[in-house]
């Protein structure tokens, strides 16, 4: 008689750890999907409606988009989908000023939107890692590492050729994206001590910014005139103009639940290269989807730029892991909370020129996706010990 051997439960093993890996690596190469997909549609349902439908009154439309944050947030919170914390009147007053950055931030996004093509506004929009990285030297005295520099500064070059080489140069749109660029990084900046100071959840964060915001972005609405030229806006009743002016509204809160589902199926890092990465694809596909005429100076500036921004990622990327090799010992820190899970909220903190979701205030989130395991619900779990997130564009 032969003897029994264990061949059959043990392939079955391997294949049902071979399913979860599958398994593992589809989620989050799904939430970082729909990360990027999210950040590059937004931005191209924006310049549709500028352009398309020849809207011009951006300060309305980041009226809709605070407003609908402000409901959703509301709504969530009351059907227990998301937790907000207490509302404090100290803290409140004090995200004032960070406000009133990002309101004058989105003013000048999307005002600029409107005078220049996407790839231009895109390159244009870089220039906030240089903006930070001259705040980070005035302030706190930090300089980054030589690679990290030489990145920044081919990024740049590459946007001074593109301009060079611009069909469509608008002095008044250069203008103001370089403006939003500033703000951004005083916004990233602030967000970031801020977010250190008051150890603020995200979502709380978020709804004290949109509640100051909005009154904000109505006041710029009203004093600039837009109101009259909204109300006679020939195409204000056109289903698809509603449409698409709605879902632009919804689109900034959908973004920031993007970020949080790639940063929590994958993690901070992942969001970051994809953050990063998203900008190359934005920059092309604009290209194509609206018809833009370039000559060779734009696209070899366009080259220099997206090498530049690939070049910073690989940087940020590969410093990330050296950083998790050394810390390889150390105890892992928990991984991001559910948005339901007020005992472990998910905070902002800031890296670099950009902002992260963290399981704690400061906390560092290392890996990208497919370097955890499943849970109960289906998302990864990782151990979280230091990060990188979303770029504020």
Known sequence: MPLPTHHGPSNGLHGNKGAAAR??????????????????????????????????????????????????????SNLGVIKIAKFNKTH????????????????????????????????LKSATTPFVMLLDYMLRQRVPSGKIQLAVWLTT??????????????????????????CTACYVVLVGKIGDDLALDSFTLLLYNSLWSTPLSL??????????????????????????????????????YATYVCTRVNDALTTS????????????????????EIGWINVSGLSLNSLGILWYAWEKYADERRRNNVRAGMTPLPKLAKLSDARHPHFITRNDSQLTLSPRPGADIPRG?????????????????????????
Not at 161 to 181: H, I, K, M, N, R
Not at 220 to 225: K, S, Y
Request: hydrophobic share 50%; net charge positive; charged share 10%.
């Open 23 to 76: 398994a593992q690596r589809a989620a989050g190469f799904s939430a970082a999907a729909f990360y990027g997909v999210m950040s590059v549609a937004s931005v191209f349902l924006n310049k549709a409606i500028f352009q398309v439908w020849r809207y011009r009154y951006p300060a309305s439309l980041v009226t809709g988009q605070t407003l609908f944050t402000v409901v959703c947030i509301c709504v969530l």
């Open 92 to 123: 409140f007053k004090r995200v004032f000023w960070v406000s009133a950055v990002f309101q004058l931030k989105l003013v000048l996004d999307m005002s600029a939107l409107v005078l220049v093509n996407i790839p231009m506004y895109g390159i």
């Open 157 to 182: 070059m590459g946007g001074f050729v593109a301009g060079y080489g611009d069909l469509y140069f608008d002095p008044l749109g250069y203008a103001l994206a370089l403006a939003s660029a500033a």
């Open 219 to 256: 006041a710029i609405t009203v004093l600039t005139g837009e109101v009259s030229g909204v109300l006679t806006f020939p195409d204000l009743a056109e289903p698809m103009f509603v449409a698409a002016f709605v879902t632009s509204c919804a689109s900034a809160f959908v973004l920031n």
């Open 273 to 292: 290269v994809v953050g990063r990465t998203k900008s190359v694809v934005q920059g092309v596909g604009g290209l194509f989807a609206f018809s833009v």
């Open 369 to 393: 996706f497919g370097s955890g395991k499943i849970n109960e619900g289906g998302l990864t779990r990782h151990p979280r010990t230091s990060g990188n997130a979303q770029t504020v564009g």
